[in-house]
């Protein structure tokens, strides 16, 4: 397990573990789109995936990212995405949420396995 310092992208960390890894889990505050579209060449290699996300903070803006993921907006790609991550969680993963737990996290926190 791998706790990132503040600075640290998540996503690097997963990109970088996932093309070794066969399984892995993740805990996360928050998903998005634009971070979804940047795994998903990563994530069709991997066998299964445990990913506990938090209930409360999952809206549909939550999911479109952030200002600096304007650009990747303009793209009009969204529903792609959307539909080749839930495929991709429906073929392969385990997904867990709690409204409680991860109500503190403020930080992803890449496991892999």
Same mark, same amino acid.
């Given at each position: 397990?791998?706790? +990132?310092?503040?600075? %640290?992208?998540?996503?690097? %960390?997963?990109?970088?573990?996932?093309?070794?890894?066969?399984?892995?889990?993740?805990?996360?505050?928050?998903?998005? !789109?634009?971070?979804?579209? %940047? !795994? $998903?060449?990563? $994530?069709? #290699? #991997?066998?299964?995936?445990?990913?506990? !996300?938090? #209930?409360?903070? +999952?809206?549909?803006?939550?999911?479109?990212?952030?200002?600096?993921?304007?650009?990747?907006?303009?793209?009009?790609?969204?529903?792609? #995405?959307?539909?080749?991550?839930?495929?991709? !969680?429906?073929?392969?993963? %385990?997904?867990?949420?709690?409204?409680?737990?991860?109500?503190? +996290?403020?930080?992803?926190?890449?496991?892999?396995?």
């Amino acid at each position: 397990m791998k706790i +990132l310092s503040p600075g %640290e992208r998540p996503i690097d %960390e997963l990109k970088r573990g996932l093309a070794a890894a066969e399984r892995f889990d993740v805990v996360t505050p928050a998903i998005s !789109l634009p971070a979804v579209a %940047e !795994l $998903l060449p990563a $994530l069709k #290699t #991997t066998r299964s995936a445990r990913l506990l !996300l938090p #209930t409360a903070q +999952l809206t549909p803006q939550t999911l479109q990212g952030d200002d600096a993921d304007r650009p990747w907006r303009n793209r009009l790609e969204q529903r792609i #995405t959307a539909r080749r991550f839930a495929d991709w !969680l429906h073929a392969r993963a %385990e997904v867990r949420s709690s409204s409680s737990a991860q109500a503190s +996290l403020t930080r992803a926190l890449p496991v892999m396995g």
